[in-house]
């Protein structure tokens, strides 16, 4: 599959296919690596780390509660709701040994996004962080949720430690909001049921089945479901395993500041530091920089999984040059573009330059990464083995070099489709099988690829897509507006920032008001920074507004 062009920019001894059949699931890797890594660190956090064989022990007890306590069969979803805490690898392992499809859901959601996420993808359970039990409670009774299980952060401490941490967080710090949910059930008491329960046994996936939905936002501002196959993500971790060309199997460690619930952090830190024996360092909060460094001040860590806006936040703290780096030797970046000047200011304070890619929620994510030996900061690089990519013009012309045109993927990492969604998929599907990636890109003459427009209107911020329907369904709900367009702008932190332009319906409407108005249904990063009033809008000659024009003005 790959070409020619291609094949010189690899590591000496990097296959350029990868062996699709190795694995039948995601559980016979998890298997091997818990046989194989059984007494190494899998996971870390906020003090306490757990192995692999332990790993395989608390997600059996997991599985097992699943399996006797609740009414879930096998195929049902279950919606993971919570930041990094070594629950969440206990829970996804654990919910794929009894045979159910983890749905990833980010804990920020407002009520409204979090019932439109559990009632599309049809979940009958949810296992959340009782910061967000209030929302929770608020979205229950309108959703199909039939088995509720409440984690609080300090769950995997010894129980003395447990309950003060707890505790703490509760009545002193009141960092959980009161709610009140009747059938919900303790982590901690399910783990104790599961234990004592007998664990029926792994259930037998294939290849073919879907693991995980991971959803993503869509030009129509309505969020789909990727269906995640077993075969997309066991494909998409042994492309990324090619890259790891200095990497010694059981003994690195990675520090994972990004959330485990975005596919990114998703496939590198769950997937394949998995399949690698490595050690995940998880980080719960990242925007609290101080603690964070501290942290990672205690970890002797060989590699680091980050995005633009961290690097920089992090670089301009005073506390960062305390941080001992010494061991790093790979340091990846995804989710959102890669300045260059702070690529080039990471490698200058760590030592270690920045291995930057491309990928999408729809393509499990990764498409093409820099090979760590052949960096060329500015591009995506090259396609992960396996991968064809082609570029195509607006009549479906194929491109060559130089030429501009949207990057299309063709590869085992891609997604079976958008769940229920088959016109959706079959719009963003080419007749001979590339996923159109809505992205205009160009193909240097040395093989390296480059990013250099976005087709769609996705607004990308600090990693998460931003899709300007929804944020302008939520703006237009506001009765003082009588019309809106959302666009994203640069922004030093964040990559781009949310821009709406407004037209008013009551004169007396003010930025503030709209602002106020988007904290109450959309999360944090999709509200708008910036609002500019307009007394009218460009439309084309069917009355439909242009986005572009507003962008390039």
Same mark, same amino acid.
């Given at each position: 599959?790959?070409? =020619?062009?291609?094949?010189?920019?690899?590591?000496?001894?990097?296959?350029?296919?990868?062996? !699709?059949?190795?694995?039948?699931?995601?559980? $016979?890797?998890?298997?091997?690596?818990?046989?194989?890594?059984?007494?190494?660190?899998?996971?870390?956090?906020?003090?306490?780390?757990? !192995?692999?064989?332990?790993?395989?022990?608390?997600? +059996?007890?997991?599985?097992?509660?699943?399996?006797?306590?609740?009414?879930?069969?096998?195929?049902?979803?279950?919606?993971?709701?919570?930041?990094?805490?070594?629950?969440?690898?206990?829970?996804?392992? /654990?919910?794929?040994?009894?045979?159910?499809? #983890?749905?990833?859901?980010?804990?920020?959601?407002?009520?409204?996004?979090?019932?439109?996420?559990?009632?599309?993808?049809?979940?009958? +359970?949810?296992?959340?962080?009782?910061?967000?039990?209030?929302?929770?409670?608020?979205?229950?009774?309108?959703?199909?949720?039939?088995?509720?299980?409440?984690?609080?952060?300090?769950?995997?401490?010894?129980?003395?430690?447990?309950?003060?941490?707890?505790?703490?967080?509760?009545?002193?710090?009141?960092?959980?909001? @009161?709610?009140?949910?009747?059938?919900?059930?303790?982590?901690?008491?399910?783990? @104790?049921?599961?234990?004592?329960?007998?664990?029926?046994?792994?259930?037998?996936?294939?290849?073919?089945?879907? @693991?995980?939905?991971?959803?993503?936002?869509?030009? !129509?501002?309505?969020?789909?479901?990727?269906?995640?196959?077993?075969?997309?993500?066991?494909?998409?971790?042994?492309?990324?395993?090619?890259?790891?060309?200095?990497?010694?199997?059981?003994?690195?460690?990675?520090?994972?500041?990004?959330?485990?619930?975005?596919?990114?952090?998703?496939?590198?830190?769950?997937?394949?530091?998995?399949?690698?024996?490595?050690?995940?360092?998880?980080?719960?909060?990242?925007?609290?920089?101080?603690?964070?460094?501290?942290?990672?001040?205690?970890?002797?860590?060989?590699?680091?999984?980050?995005?633009?806006?961290?690097?920089?936040?992090?670089?301009?703290?005073?506390?960062?040059?305390?941080?001992?780096?010494?061991?790093?030797?790979?340091?990846? @970046?995804?989710?959102?573009?890669?300045?260059? *000047?702070?690529?080039? =200011?990471?490698?200058?304070?760590?030592?270690?330059? %920045?291995?930057?890619?491309?990928?999408?929620?729809?393509?499990?994510?990764? %498409?093409?990464?820099?090979?760590? *030996?052949?960096?060329?900061? /500015?591009?995506?690089?090259?396609?992960?083995?396996?991968?064809?990519?082609?570029?195509?013009?607006?009549?479906?012309? $194929?491109?060559?070099?130089?030429?501009?045109?949207?990057?299309? #993927?063709?590869?085992?990492?891609?997604?079976?489709?958008?769940?229920?969604?088959?016109?959706?998929?079959?719009?963003?599907?080419?007749?001979?099988?590339?996923?159109? !990636?809505?992205?205009?890109?160009?193909?240097?003459?040395?093989?390296?690829?480059?990013?250099?427009?976005?087709?769609?209107?996705?607004?990308?911020?600090?990693?998460?897509?931003?899709?300007?329907?929804?944020?302008?369904?939520?703006?237009?709900?506001?009765?003082?507006?009588?019309?809106?367009?959302?666009?994203?702008?640069?922004?030093?932190?964040?990559?781009?920032? #949310?821009? %709406?332009?407004?037209?008013?319906?009551?004169?007396?409407?003010?930025?503030?008001?709209?602002?106020? *108005?988007?904290?109450?249904?959309?999360?944090?990063?999709?509200?708008?920074?910036?609002?500019?009033?307009?007394?009218?809008?460009?439309?084309?000659? #069917?009355?439909?507004?242009?986005?572009?024009?507003?962008?390039?003005?």
């Amino acid at each position: 599959m790959m070409e =020619k062009i291609w094949a010189d920019k690899y590591d000496a001894g990097t296959p350029l296919e990868i062996d !699709t059949s190795k694995y039948s699931s995601i559980l $016979e890797v998890f298997h091997e690596s818990c046989r194989k890594f059984a007494d190494r660190p899998a996971y870390s956090n906020m003090g306490v780390t757990i !192995t692999y064989r332990e790993l395989d022990a608390l997600s +059996a007890q997991f599985a097992a509660y699943l399996q006797n306590h609740t009414s879930l069969k096998v195929g049902d979803r279950i919606a993971v709701q919570m930041p990094n805490l070594i629950q969440y690898p206990v829970v996804v392992f /654990g919910a794929m040994r009894a045979g159910m499809v #983890v749905v990833n859901t980010n804990p920020m959601y407002t009520a409204r996004e979090m019932e439109h996420q559990f009632n599309d993808s049809g979940a009958k +359970a949810v296992v959340a962080l009782a910061n967000f039990g209030n929302l929770l409670q608020e979205v229950l009774p309108k959703t199909g949720i039939k088995h509720v299980i409440i984690t609080e952060v300090a769950d995997m401490q010894k129980p003395l430690k447990r309950l003060l941490m707890n505790f703490v967080i509760r009545k002193i710090k009141k960092m959980v909001p @009161a709610f009140h949910i009747p059938q919900a059930v303790s982590f901690v008491k399910a783990m @104790a049921q599961g234990k004592r329960a007998t664990f029926k046994g792994d259930h037998k996936a294939a290849r073919d089945d879907i @693991a995980v939905l991971q959803y993503t936002g869509g030009t !129509t501002g309505v969020a789909k479901g990727a269906m995640l196959t077993h075969g997309n993500l066991i494909a998409n971790m042994l492309q990324v395993k090619t890259l790891l060309t200095d990497w010694r199997d059981g003994q690195e460690t990675i520090v994972a500041p990004l959330p485990l619930y975005h596919i990114f952090s998703f496939t590198v830190c769950c997937m394949a530091m998995m399949n690698t024996g490595s050690h995940s360092y998880l980080i719960t909060n990242p925007r609290d920089i101080l603690g964070f460094l501290a942290d990672i001040g205690k970890a002797k860590f060989t590699a680091f999984c980050g995005l633009n806006t961290l690097f920089v936040a992090m670089m301009n703290h005073p506390e960062f040059t305390k941080v001992d780096f010494s061991g790093l030797k790979f340091t990846v @970046a995804g989710g959102m573009a890669m300045q260059v *000047h702070v690529a080039e =200011k990471w490698e200058k304070l760590t030592g270690c330059r %920045v291995c930057e890619g491309f990928g999408m929620t729809e393509t499990s994510p990764v %498409v093409c990464v820099n090979p760590p *030996h052949a960096i060329q900061l /500015g591009t995506i690089g090259i396609p992960v083995p396996s991968t064809d990519i082609k570029l195509l013009d607006e009549e479906g012309k $194929e491109l060559g070099v130089g030429e501009p045109g949207e990057l299309c #993927v063709k590869g085992p990492q891609v997604m079976k489709g958008y769940w229920q969604r088959p016109d959706a998929t079959a719009e963003i599907m080419t007749e001979d099988g590339f996923l159109r !990636t809505g992205d205009v890109a160009v193909l240097q003459p040395d093989g390296f690829l480059r990013i250099v427009d976005r087709k769609k209107d996705m607004i990308l911020v600090s990693g998460f897509n931003v899709y300007p329907n929804e944020v302008e369904e939520v703006v237009a709900g506001h009765p003082g507006v009588l019309e809106c367009a959302a666009i994203g702008v640069p922004d030093d932190k964040s990559g781009e920032a #949310v821009k %709406v332009f407004v037209v008013k319906a009551d004169q007396n409407l003010t930025k503030e008001q709209v602002i106020a *108005h988007c904290r109450a249904g959309l999360t944090g990063y999709k509200v708008p920074k910036y609002v500019e009033f307009r007394t009218e809008l460009p439309k084309s000659n #069917v009355g439909k507004i242009l986005r572009r024009e507003l962008r390039d003005h």
